[in-house]
């Protein structure tokens, strides 16, 4: 089964607000949480990452946020663009590659 | 810097039929995969490459062969296509298969009739 997954799988939200996606992981061991935002027809484009011995990382107009304890991952975008419109995924590094959650669509209404 | 490339964009095939989809990068990058998407799904490794000759499995490798002959190039072989494998696949590359930053192709849209 999905050792990754999302809450919501749409997320609507108006511009300029600041949007939070959602993410719950099962595999307690995992080390490494990855964001990546996926445009209509293209492939998945790195966000922002976040080691498992650190809880918040900030990039640009993002954070991520990782809390161990209840095994969940937030993605924050600040002012939310139209440009932000995409699909979301959480992703975790395993000893192979990649471990991908369902995604999250998120729609910017004017 | 072309990055990670895929070819076809699209593809239809019939049940049974073989086909080869290519991925090739010009980052040097060591470590290379391969992922299916399907709708309402995420991403799933397929195969993957720490190198040059060395390729191992991941989630979902059955219906599917890989080889890396050289650095730059990893292609996927579907042997016998089946409707099942009717998907989007996604190609990536990074640095070694601990690198959290992927680089994606922008994918192929295979139909099997």
């Known amino acids: 089964g999905e050792s990754v997954g999302l809450h919501l799988p749409t997320l609507s939200v108006q511009e300029g607000d600041n949007s939070i996606i959602n993410c719950a992981y099962s595999n307690s061991a995992s080390d490494y949480f990855i964001w990546y935002k996926q445009e209509s027809g293209k492939g998945p484009q790195f966000i922002i990452d976040?080691?498992?011995?650190?809880d918040k990382r900030q990039g640009q107009r993002v954070t991520v946020l990782l809390n161990k304890t209840v095994k969940h991952l937030s993605l924050q975008i600040a002012a939310t663009q139209p440009g932000d419109s995409a699909v979301y995924f959480c992703?975790?590094?395993?000893?192979?590659?990649?471990?991908f959650g369902k995604g999250t669509h998120l729609i910017i209404q004017p | 810097n072309a990055g990670v490339t895929q070819t076809p964009k699209f593809q239809v095939l019939k049940t049974g039929q073989s086909m080869t989809l290519q991925c090739a990068q010009d980052?040097?990058?060591?470590?290379m995969s391969w992922y299916r998407q399907d709708p309402g799904m995420g991403l799933r490794l397929i195969h993957y490459s720490v190198g040059a000759g060395i390729t191992d499995q991941g989630e979902v490798p059955n219906g599917y062969n890989v080889s890396r002959s050289t650095t730059e190039d990893f292609p996927l072989r579907l042997l016998s296509a089946a409707p099942s494998q009717t998907s989007v696949y996604f190609c990536?590359?990074?640095?070694?298969?601990?690198?959290?930053?992927?680089?994606f192709g922008p994918g192929t849209r295979l139909t099997v009739t």
């Open positions: 990536a590359s990074g640095q070694g298969v601990s690198s959290y930053e992927q680089y």
């Open positions: 992703a975790e590094q395993g000893a192979d590659g990649l471990t």
């Open positions: 980052m040097n990058h060591e470590y």
């Open positions: 976040i080691r498992s011995n650190m």
